[in-house]
């Protein structure tokens, strides 16, 4: 019995200690403190490290600043007199910078910019922040609004405008009946280099100009190839003809054909070996025959 309690002891503490140096969204609160850290409680306002052990409750806790108790499990509180940053702040568009987050007359308001892809939704009109009702709860921000899917910007800054495209934007993946990589997609002096039909297929591969409000290309955006008909094929780029069987070489010199499923084009399955005849020596430029 004694044996079996010392054993579960072990086993207990083995767990603890893995616990605290995962710090999982599951860690026990005191295992936090175990491990030099605080723990950041499973609350709305907490952001994504809700539940789980943080290094610091002001930026990785949200509304959180630590209780100061110094017990065994110190924990992120809601601040008495700050406010905090929105925790979905740059998924919004927003960037913030400086500022005093001290509730009431305190206040100092952050600076706003809107962030990739985000633009002033009034031009001239810079992003706010507005001080929070209460503390321990999250400021305003306004003023920015995102890019249409269609458009692009290069980098946030003070005054950041959504443009179209410069160049077109491929597929994912390549419709049936062509084959990449493209080239030159700049939508100036469009000459897009490097598509061809697929194997299976023939014709010449077209591939028309997009528009820079609209640059992704589409299947429909690929012309000019066709599927070969039954009973024919191509390889890239080729032209589709009537393949034939495939017949077996009169001269198989040191090779063994170990087994013929069949000689057909399209579904060809012979399988070889090396015959016996001594050790084999082989490089990439260079496989001879020792002896």
């Known amino acids: 019995m004694k044996t079996q309690c010392l ?32 723990y950041c409680p499973d609350h709305a306002d907490a952001g994504t490290n809700a539940g789980s052990c943080v290094t610091t409750c002001s ?45 009431g007359n305190s206040w100092a308001t952050p600076t706003i910019t809107c962030a990739d892809n985000f633009e002033r939704t009034v031009s001239g009109t810079a992003p706010a922040a507005t001080v929070c009702s209460s503390a321990g709860t999250a400021y305003t921000v306004t003023g920015c609004t995102a890019c249409a ?34 080239q030159s997609l700049a939508i100036s002096g469009w000459a897009v280099t490097g598509i061809t039909c697929a194997a299976g297929y023939e014709g010449t591969a077209a591939v028309a100009v997009c528009t820079g409000a609209d640059p992704v290309l589409t299947s429909a955006s ?8 039954a009973g024919q094929t191509s390889t890239a780029g080729g032209s589709c ?20 499923t069949t000689l057909a084009f399209d579904t060809f399955d012979v ?11 082989s490089s990439a430029s260079s496989p001879k025959w020792l002896s």
């Open 7 to 38: 054993l579960a002891v072990i086993i207990g503490l083995a767990a603890r200690a893995a616990a605290t140096d995962t710090c999982a969204a599951t860690t026990a609160p005191a295992l936090c403190q175990t491990d030099g850290k605080k």
């Open 59 to 103: 930026s990785d806790c949200g509304a959180y600043v630590a209780d100061g108790s110094g017990d065994d499990v110190d924990k992120c509180v809601v601040s008495t007199t700050d406010c905090f940053a929105p925790t979905d702040l740059l998924e919004d568009g927003y960037v913030a910078s400086g500022g005093t987050l001290t509730a």
């Open 149 to 182: 899917a269609t458009l692009s910007i290069s980098t946030a800054g003070t005054e950041p405008t959504c443009a179209v495209a410069d160049d077109c934007v491929p597929p994912t993946t390549l419709p049936a009946g062509y084959a990449g990589p493209q």
């Open 222 to 229: 690929y012309t000019g190839c066709t599927e070969c008909s």
């Open 241 to 260: 003809a009537t393949f034939t069987d495939c017949t077996a070489p009169t001269d198989t010199t040191g090779y063994v054909v170990t087994s013929q």
């Open 271 to 281: 399988a070889v070996t090396v015959a016996a005849r001594g050790a084999l020596w």
